[in-house]
Every structure is written in structure tokens, then in C-alpha cells.
């Protein structure tokens, strides 16, 4: 089983739609991330916490919201979804002991 | 803020070596990461360094650091078709706080 495991993995939806995108880890990591990631522009950082009750935007948090259930889960959410959301969005967990972070497969949305 | 920059395409013929480029802005950096992205998958770490290393090796992967210049690049000697996949350079704090990500190198790998 991964270590990170994100639902769904590919999704289409209509303009205007409320999205969720779920993330879940077994590594037992503190710290979670929200990348989005399209082409030519590498990954950049919708959202991260650092604990349970610790959230922080990233560089491109408009239009997004999380929540960090539990330190296991951390979930995306687009509240009205538009064509420009449309990208390969990656979750990736960290723990401050280590330099690696670990990255789920990935959850392909389509915004039509 | 922080910036990272790649150029987006490099090929090779199978058996060459493969030079990736990165440069990035901020001076504050802890580690520097490559990380490797075959398609339909996540990032896979392929290596790191520590901001205070010129060098390091591993196998078949060289990564060196100019801190100077803030410039990093990676090495893959004797390239095989496998190593085909887009290759993110990308740097972090010692705090845990985000990584910074370049755009990418699509790696593409010629018989």
C-alpha cells in the first residue's frame, strides 16, 4: 500500500461545483502539503499545515480551502470550481526529522 | 521570494551522460533536491545535498553544488531509456517549511 494515498485520481467536473480532494498518509508525518502542479511551472503551494490545528496558505491559495481532520488527513477543496483549477494536484507529508518529502500519485482535474 | 529555474528539455542518446541545470535565488536554502517524475506518477526523491557540499554521489547520479553562483545540477552518467521522465530541482529550509520546485527537465532518452 503507498504511503500517501490521494482520491481521486482523476476527476472531471463542471464549473461552478464544489470539489474535494482527499489525502491520506501512514507515515505518521506532521506536516502536509497541497502542490498543484502544470506544465513548465513545476509545483507550486496551494496549502500546508504543520499540525492538526496549524494551516497556512501557500503561494497560490486563492480559490482553495483545507482541512486537516486528523494528522493523518488533509483534504482540498475547491468551493466553485472554474476551468483554470485545471491541473494534476499532488499532496506530500514531511516529518521535521527528515529532508524527504514523500509525494502521493497524484489527482488529475479537469474543470469543464 | 524564492525562485527556482530549470530549462524544460534535454535528450540524449542512450549511454551519454545527462547534465540537468537548476539555479535558484534564495541564499537561505538548507537542502537541495532532485526529485524524478516518470508519467502517470508522483515524485520520487532521487537525491539531496546539504547547502554546505560542493559534491555528491550516488551511483550513477552526481549532483554538484555552486553556492556561489546558486547553481546545482545533476549528472546521469550512462543514461538509459528508464531515466526517461521530467526531473525537478527544488530547494527547503532546515525549519520543514515548503519546497520550492522548479518548472522541470523533460529527460528524453534516444536508442
Known amino acids: 500500500d503507498a504511503d500517501v494515498t490521494q482520491t481521486p485520481r482523476n476527476r472531471i467536473t463542471k464549473t461552478g461545483k464544489r470539489i474535494m480532494l482527499e489525502c491520506s498518509q501512514t507515515k505518521g508525518h506532521d506536516r502536509m502539503y497541497w502542490y498543484r502542479q502544470d506544465p513548465g511551472l513545476g509545483l507550486r503551494l496551494i496549502y500546508y499545515s504543520f499540525d492538526v490545528k496549524d494551516i497556512n496558505k501557500g503561494e497560490i491559495s486563492d480559490g482553495y480551502s483545507v482541512s486537516r481532520q486528523a494528522q493523518a488527513k488533509f483534504s482540498l477543496s475547491l468551493e466553485s470550481a472554474i476551468p483554470n483549477q485545471t491541473a494534476l494536484y499532488f499532496c506530500?507529508?514531511?516529518?521535521?526529522?527528515?529532508?524527504?518529502?514523500?509525494f502521493g500519485q497524484g489527482t488529475r482535474l479537469t474543470v469543464v | 521570494g524564492e525562485d527556482v529555474e530549470q530549462s524544460l528539455f534535454l535528450s540524449v542518446r542512450e549511454g551519454d551522460s545527462s547534465v540537468i541545470n537548476c539555479t535558484y535565488t534564495d541564499s537561505s536554502s538548507t537542502y537541495l533536491y532532485w526529485y524524478k517524475q516518470e508519467p502517470g506518477a508522483g515524485l520520487q526523491l532521487l537525491t539531496y545535498i546539504f547547502s554546505n557540499m560542493d559534491m555528491k554521489q550516488d551511483q550513477r547520479l552526481t549532483v554538484l553544488l555552486n553556492k556561489k553562483d546558486k547553481h546545482l545540477s545533476l549528472r546521469i552518467a550512462d543514461t538509459q531509456t528508464g531515466d526517461s521522465a521530467i526531473y525537478f530541482c527544488a530547494e527547503g529550509d532546515n525549519a520543514g517549511n515548503m519546497l520550492t520546485f522548479g518548472g522541470g527537465t523533460r529527460l528524453m532518452v534516444k536508442p
Open positions: 506530500a507529508t514531511r516529518s521535521t526529522s527528515i529532508t524527504e518529502a514523500f
